[in-house]
């Protein structure tokens, strides 16, 4: 695997939280900035679409606003084609490669895990079958062909 390490500037947190437009995503997808100021789904794809938080809040302060964790607890997650049976404890998460989404890191045969050629990152830890410890990662990992 080939290494990448981002560095994520200008983002303002207060409380593992920060305040964004959000271009297109809904509560709990993994998002990356996508423009000033904005977030969309996140994915595997390229290298340059890298995750930066999780949607926790739609709506906030005003319409076409939310708040994304970088960092913290998130509850409510539920069963869906990334997490067919809902979070495991203890189990490691990455981003998936269907934009923001997330997959087990030892799901190999989920459709959603990254491809070779596509990049692994470490988003977060499972708590609970609803609970993600958020702990993402600055580091991309290239996944050999």
């Given at each position: 695997?080939?290494?990448?390490?981002?560095?994520?500037?200008g983002?303002?947190?207060?409380?593992?939280?920060?305040?964004?437009?959000?271009?297109?995503?809904?509560?709990?997808?993994?998002?990356?900035?996508?423009?000033?100021?904005?977030?969309s789904?996140?994915?595997?794809?390229?290298?340059?679409?890298?995750?930066?938080?999780?949607?926790?809040?739609?709506?906030?302060?005003?319409?076409?606003?939310?708040?994304?964790?970088?960092?913290?607890?998130?509850?409510?997650?539920?069963?869906?084609v990334?997490?067919?049976?809902?979070?495991?404890?203890?189990?490691?998460?990455?981003?998936?490669?269907?934009?923001?989404?997330?997959?087990?890191?030892d799901?190999?045969?989920?459709?959603?895990?990254?491809?070779?050629?596509?990049?692994?990152?470490?988003?977060?830890?499972?708590?609970t079958?609803?609970?993600?410890l958020?702990?993402?990662?600055?580091?991309?990992?290239?996944?050999?062909?």
């Amino acid at each position: 695997m080939v290494q990448t390490t981002i560095m994520q500037t200008g983002l303002q947190t207060t409380g593992g939280r920060f305040e964004v437009a959000v271009a297109s995503g809904a509560v709990l997808d993994l998002v990356r900035v996508s423009g000033s100021d904005t977030v969309s789904p996140a994915d595997t794809t390229t290298n340059d679409r890298y995750a930066v938080g999780f949607i926790s809040r739609l709506s906030y302060p005003v319409a076409g606003r939310g708040l994304v964790m970088v960092q913290g607890v998130l509850d409510g997650f539920v069963p869906n084609v990334g997490i067919p049976l809902g979070l495991t404890p203890n189990k490691r998460y990455i981003l998936a490669s269907n934009p923001g989404l997330i997959v087990a890191v030892d799901d190999t045969g989920n459709p959603n895990y990254p491809l070779p050629g596509q990049f692994l990152q470490y988003v977060g830890f499972g708590l609970t079958g609803t609970r993600l410890l958020v702990n993402i990662s600055p580091v991309l990992m290239e996944i050999a062909p």
